[in-house]
């Protein structure tokens, strides 16, 4: 058993000042997908605040992560725009009917209340519920969805690749009135005293190319980048889920201060190509590892992770590729902080991190 020398608030408040630290930061990637853990169905969550934070609370309680947040999911801010979302009883919510159907209807769209539309008036107030009870052992954050994969439930995926091509114009028009919802949200949270991160599957390269990347994303992700830099003043940390190498350096010259990379990429490239700029966080397989592994299959993936990740410039945290899957046991995810604890302590020891146990 490793005894902790810093508690998670001491610990990140170190890290973000670039000061010593007892072992590396580790933030298991959870969230609504662990709502059966306070024996509650995902449903319920998604409409109560207090429910909202009393999950964060108990997680934090029983696996002492380094920072816990609340996400507006990828469909939040959607919604609040007009989407119809499905919220299941035992799964994530998914799009039943997106905003705009018709390139007509764009000009009907309408930038979100974060204090009125949608399920954000819950997710402000979760957030203010989970900063009073937490702030003073833990860092508190917001997630939030980038602007080009809100749109993606906006006006659907399969008509927002269809009308990058057939109407561009009225793609950047979306856009614009979906980096001012986001922007709203910001303002919002910057008021709680928080810092906000961004999730943004859409924007991946396994879903549209760089060239699309950098004309209908990049622009309004870096507007959102600015207000949370100007609101909050720091930088956000960003997750893009599957392949993003081609546009990492789009996305750290945008701002960024941390980029999360999923499980397809690798760690030691990221290291190579852009952890002198930012921290880089990641990336334990939360599938095939953290669901469905065993002791030593999660033991050697984060030893894996620590061995290419820990000596980057400017930090590194212990995460996983992506978000934890429902149903995936609790002593699991004990079992990846435990091995943060063990393999991350510092000094490193580089001979524990290449010898397999």
């Known amino acids: 058993m490793v005894v902790e020398q810093m508690t998670p ?62 996400s507006t999911s990828l469909r939040g801010m959607a919604e609040a725009m007009g989407a119809k979302v499905c919220y299941p009883d035992y799964n994530i919510s998914y799009l039943l009917e997106p905003a705009v159907k018709s390139i007509e209807q764009v000009e009907y769209l309408k930038v979100a209340d974060p204090w009125k539309d949608g399920k954000l008036p819950v997710l402000l107030r979760a957030l203010q519920l989970t900063r009073d009870a937490l702030i003073e ?33 009225k793609v950047h028009t979306v856009m614009e009135i979906i980096a001012e919802s986001n922007n709203r949200y910001i303002e919002e949270v910057a008021k709680l005293g928080l810092g906000v991160g ?29 207000k949370i830099k100007e609101t909050t003043k720091s930088s956000p940390a960003i997750h893009v889920c599957g392949t993003s ?21 690798d ?37 894996q992770c620590i061995l290419k990740g820990h000596d980057s410039p400017k930090g590194y945290i212990l995460s996983t590729g992506c978000q934890i899957p429902m149903h995936t046991p609790i002593e699991n995810i004990e079992l990846f902080m435990e091995a943060g604890k063990y393999y991350g302590q510092y000094p490193i020891n580089e001979n524990l991190l290449k010898s397999r146990q």
């Open 9 to 70: 608030r001491e610990r990140m408040d170190a890290f973000s000042k670039g000061q010593e630290i007892d072992r590396v930061i580790c933030v298991p990637d959870m969230g609504v997908t662990m709502a059966p853990f306070i024996n509650v169905k995902a449903s319920e969550y998604y409409h109560s605040p207090q429910l909202m934070a009393d999950l964060e609370i108990a997680l934090f309680k029983r696996l002492r992560h380094d920072s816990v947040s609340i």
């Open 137 to 169: 052992d833990v860092d508190v954050g917001a997630a939030m969805t980038g602007p080009f994969s809100v749109a993606a439930s906006v006006v659907g995926t399969e008509n927002l690749l269809r009308w990058m091509i057939k109407h561009p114009k």
């Open 198 to 226: 961004f999730a943004d599957p859409v924007s991946s390269t396994s879903v549209i190319s760089p060239k699309q990347f950098r004309e209908f994303s990049l622009p309004y992700l870096k507007q959102n980048i600015d």
């Open 267 to 303: 760690l030691a490239e990221a290291k190579k190509v852009m952890g002198n700029r930012v921290i880089i966080t990641g990336n334990v397989p939360p599938v095939d590892v953290i669901h469905k592994g065993n002791k030593s299959d999660i033991f050697n993936s984060v030893r």
């Open 245 to 265: 190498r081609e546009i990492w350096e789009d996305i750290v010259q945008a701002g960024v201060s941390n980029f999360s990379i999923d499980n397809v990429e």
